[in-house]
């Protein structure tokens, strides 16, 4: 059971927009709508960033966006800010043994 | 306001068990519509799932670790706990533990604020 997985690293200069994907299998991201994507800054505890593939929890920017085509997810965001500059994670639930897998996680920078 | 603490030792020997606990305010471990999760992040590398406990005691680990792991709830106390055998110094890392929630997507939402574990002699 691998993890899932995403590129290692994503740049944008701020105001773009930059998309950071997550591939799985028809096991986990493929067959579930059941992907979330984390922001992670050193030392803190991950945030909530999108939850069910596409959902924002409240509090969250409306520049953070998630969707999904078949065994690969996508989070964007648009309008890059200094402050996103941060590792993402996703995950997903999987239907084989261990019920959640993570991707190795993807270091933004905003040039 | 719900919240999660991790505790326990800083410092493990290597081939002993590391030990970790996590302490619920706010809602109760009970409740049918949660998971209670174990991560960890070792230094320099990304998130890593460990395994999860259900109120039922049904238990999800991850495959790489679940030779070593065991994950289990204590209901009057609001808590549920890591143990992890064996350890080496592959399993120094910050130690998080966070709520899956059911009803979106599996997806976490509360943890607590890490703990460092060293695993040094």
């Known amino acids: 059971q691998s993890a899932l997985t995403q590129p290692a690293s994503v740049s944008g200069s701020p105001g773009q927009s930059i998309t950071i994907s997550c591939t799985g299998t028809?096991?986990?991201?493929?067959?579930?709508?059941?992907v979330s994507w984390y922001q992670h800054h050193p030392g803190k505890a991950p945030k909530l960033m999108i939850y069910d593939v596409s959902n924002r929890p409240s509090g969250v920017s409306n520049r953070f966006s998630g969707s999904k085509s078949g065994n690969t997810a996508s989070l964007t965001i648009s309008g890059l800010q200094a402050e996103d500059e941060s590792d993402y994670y996703c995950s997903s639930y999987t239907s084989i043994n261990s019920l959640v897998l993570f991707g190795g996680g993807t270091k933004l920078t905003v040039l | 306001q719900l919240q999660l603490q991790e505790s326990g030792p800083g410092v493990v020997k290597p081939s002993e068990t590391l030990s970790l606990t996590c302490t619920v305010s706010?809602?109760?471990?009970?409740?049918?519509?949660?998971?209670w999760g174990w991560l960890r992040q070792p230094p320099g590398t990304g998130l890593e799932w460990i395994g999860s406990i259900y109120h039922t005691g049904s238990t999800n680990y991850s495959p790489s670790l679940k030779s070593r792991v065991t994950i289990s709830l204590d209901t009057s106390k609001n808590q549920f706990s890591l143990k992890l055998t064996s350890v080496t110094a592959a399993d120094t890392a910050v130690y998080y533990c966070?709520?899956?929630?059911?009803?979106?997507?599996?997806?976490?939402?509360?943890w607590g604020q890490g703990t460092l574990v060293t695993v040094s002699a």
């Open positions: 028809s096991s986990d991201v493929g067959g579930y709508n059941y």
């Open positions: 966070a709520r899956v929630e059911i009803l979106t997507g599996y997806s976490m939402g509360y």
């Open positions: 706010g809602d109760p471990v009970s409740r049918t519509i949660y998971y």
